[in-house]
């Protein structure tokens, strides 16, 4: 199925896989202008798709000074790990019990026959 995206998604997706590549370096300064430029679009969708990141966490506005990407520290990889292990734990604890089930009722249909 096509699906048709914003001028702002196209932008938004552009930059973020710039971050998630490394094109684009932690700490780096981002410039409306030369993402507009590259992308050949107006930059009110590039500050629609900073507002996007921002939001998300992968950018950070600095007034007077610009937009730049998001630095992650070791605590900050240290929180995301923790709050995928809680926020995933329970999914895993009812894969393992339906796993665990479906040996015994293997064992269970083994035996008999």
Partial sequence: MITIGSIVDYAKNFIEQCIVTGELSPGQRIKEEEIAKKL???R??????????EAEGLIRRNPRRGVFVTEITSKDVWEIYTLKMVYCAPFFKTFFMVQKCRVFHAAFLKFSS
């Fill in 40 to 42: 050949e679009i107006s």
């Fill in 44 to 53: 009110p969708p590039v500050r629609e798709a900073f507002k996007i990141l």
